[in-house]
């Protein structure tokens, strides 16, 4: 049965989650370290749309549809993944829309700048150009941390490139660590009225 | 080749596109209408993104993916639609959060509610309860016109529904015609600077 979760994602259970209670994290690997990261903010932001705090989704992946059989009732039988040219999440909050990007490191010391790609650069700086709040959630997977960051931040750092990669004592430095618990899990938004608003 | 068109969608001809000039929009069939009024959105999304004007995208289609083949470098073999569970359009315009689903309908008498999904229509109120801005935009094919239409009138009458359809008399007299020509192909912000900001 085809289930249609909000957002296009299934919700990963918040209650008894061994696999990603915040304790255990830090043993998963980086391939599901990162979708540890995205089904955490998905929960967040599923907290944040059933507790009325605001209406934030994850764009559905871009797909390149080749061929659809239709004698089965629409089945895609062919198709690729298309890179976002975008960034991950957007959404309204206090009226004010909101878009951000989220990236995980395996490194302790470091975040490579080539995570990013160059339109999300673009597209962030023309968010804030436009009067958004635009920020990225970093999580540096070995210290079992995760921060926000200001887009402006990493926006310059990625135009002036003085390094390869972001020290993660700058965005300690420059980000503000977000609070983990069960729910949300990651709860950024008090940061963002901190922050940005 | 694969080639990352904003938004996942490749713009169409701009300047000489005999199939989809406003003149000769009314012979299309019905489906291709639905694509052509996409295609315009699109058009005029990207003129205003290349005018700095809105950052506005539509959203990827969602899908839900069964099989990929990594043998041959990650070619999708089985995936399904999904319904989205938000609208097509949102963005950022002068600082608000905007939001919007396109619709177009063949009747020149009346727009079928069975049109709008129902988790749009909570989607919209709830993007007008957080301080967004909300709208349809909806084509009355055998008119050949195109209005934009606050949300706020088109969730109310789907909650109330006096009737299973809307009037085009009721768009006409709520709505506004949306000026159409080649670039942008769709002119919708003046109206929203008008009736909503």
């Keep these: 049965m085809k289930i249609n979760y909000p957002g296009g994602v299934k919700p990963t259970k918040i209650t008894e989650n061994k696999e990603t209670s915040p304790k255990k994290r830090h ?3 980086a391939a599901n370290r990162g979708m540890v990261l995205e089904n955490e903010i998905n929960d967040s932001n599923l907290y944040y749309r059933e507790k009325n705090m ?5 764009r559905p992946t871009p797909i390149n549809i080749v061929k659809v059989d239709y004698s089965r009732g629409a089945i895609i039988t062919q198709a690729y993944f298309e890179t976002q040219s975008t960034t991950d999440y957007n959404g309204v909050y206090k ?4 878009d951000f990007e989220a990236k995980s490191t395996k490194s302790k ?3 490579p700048l080539s995570n990013i790609a ?14 958004g709040i635009a920020f ?7 210290l079992n941390e995760v921060y926000l960051i200001d887009a402006k931040y990493i926006c310059s750092f ?9 020290p993660v004592e700058s965005i300690k430095e420059h980000g503000h660590l977000i609070k983990e618990g069960y729910h949300p899990r990651l709860d950024y938004l ?5 922050f940005f608003l």
């Excluded at 605001?54 to 994850?58: L, S």
């Excluded at 135009?159 to 990669?165: T, W």
């Excluded at 008090?190 to 901190?194: I, S, T």
């Design 136 to 142: 990225f959630i970093i999580s540096i997977n070995p």
């Design 158 to 166: 990625y135009r002036e490139k003085p390094r390869k990669s972001i």
């Design 54 to 58: 605001a209406i934030i989704y994850k």
């Design 190 to 194: 008090p940061l963002v009225d901190e």
């Design 109 to 111: 010391t470091s975040f």
């Design 27 to 29: 043993i998963l690997s």
């Design 95 to 98: 009226g004010r829309y909101l």
């Design 118 to 131: 160059p339109q999300q650069i673009d597209h962030l700086e023309k968010v804030i150009e436009h009067g």
